[in-house]
């Protein structure tokens, strides 16, 4: 899976074709991790993309970002956005090949980057990566879409997902979803069992 994926995401980077990227932190995780005083939870970011998550997180203050993703190029960016900074680490990698321990997942536009056929491998990538009461913070999609990436889902299809890995703590509309995405997004926070 990683070689074909890493060249198709790859290819996407390399041709600016990524009309997916908002330009900025979607607005519900600002709000959510504003209030946050515990600045050094480990934080992992998959499928991360131009990193504007992370880039929010570190001007607040978190000290423990990690952020992935597959292709070279968005990882050759990223680099550069945040060359040198010792609060993150920018890893070129498959997420689903990735170990590590995490208090919380960042979860923005990857899940629906990734075939249906790998959700239970993610359910359960994140699970393993998250410590006991570790929790994924997620924007997921409330709608479908004609072929993919990006595939579409419902909130019963991802409670139906996650709910044997996770308690649901909460997935409800997003109220602060982007104009251009308003209606079509759930905001959650799953918590690891
Ligand atoms: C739709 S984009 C979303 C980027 C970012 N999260 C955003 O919202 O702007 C999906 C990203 O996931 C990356 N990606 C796809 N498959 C991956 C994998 N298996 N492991 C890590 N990153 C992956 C792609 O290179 C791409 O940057």
């Known amino acids: 899976?990683?070689?074909?994926?890493?060249?198709?995401?790859?290819?996407?980077?390399?041709?600016?074709?990524?009309?997916?990227?908002?330009?900025?932190?979607?607005?519900?995780?600002?709000?959510?991790?504003?209030?946050?005083?515990?600045?050094?939870?480990?934080?992992?970011?998959?499928?991360?993309?131009?990193?504007?998550?992370?880039?929010?997180?570190?001007?607040?203050g978190f000290t423990n970002i990690t952020v992935i993703d597959i292709a070279p190029k968005a990882v050759a960016i990223l680099?550069?956005?945040?060359?040198?900074?010792?609060?993150?680490?920018?890893?070129?990698?498959?997420?689903?090949?990735?170990e590590g321990s995490y208090d919380y997942i960042v979860e923005q536009t990857f899940f629906c980057a990734i075939d249906p056929d790998h959700r239970e491998a993610y359910a359960q990538q994140t699970h393993d990566l998250l410590r006991p009461k570790g929790k994924i913070i997620a924007i997921l999609f409330d709608r479908s879409f004609e072929g993919g990436p990006p595939y579409g889902g419902s909130k019963e299809e991802y409670i139906q997902l996650f709910t044997t890995k996770f308690n649901i703590?909460?997935?409800?509309?997003?109220?602060?979803?982007?104009?251009q995405r308003m209606g079509s997004e759930l905001f959650g926070v799953f918590e690891k069992k």
């Open 169 to 179: 703590l909460f997935i409800e509309a997003n109220q602060q979803s982007i104009p």
């Open 1 to 60: 899976m990683q070689d074909a994926s890493k060249d198709f995401w790859n290819s996407r980077w390399e041709t600016g074709q990524t009309g997916w990227d908002i330009g900025a932190p979607a607005p519900a995780f600002t709000t959510y991790f504003s209030d946050f005083s515990q600045k050094n939870a480990a934080i992992l970011i998959p499928g991360c993309g131009s990193g504007h998550e992370a880039e929010f997180l570190l001007s607040i």
């Open 79 to 98: 680099n550069e956005k945040f060359r040198s900074n010792p609060n993150i680490t920018i890893l070129c990698n498959d997420f689903f090949q990735h």
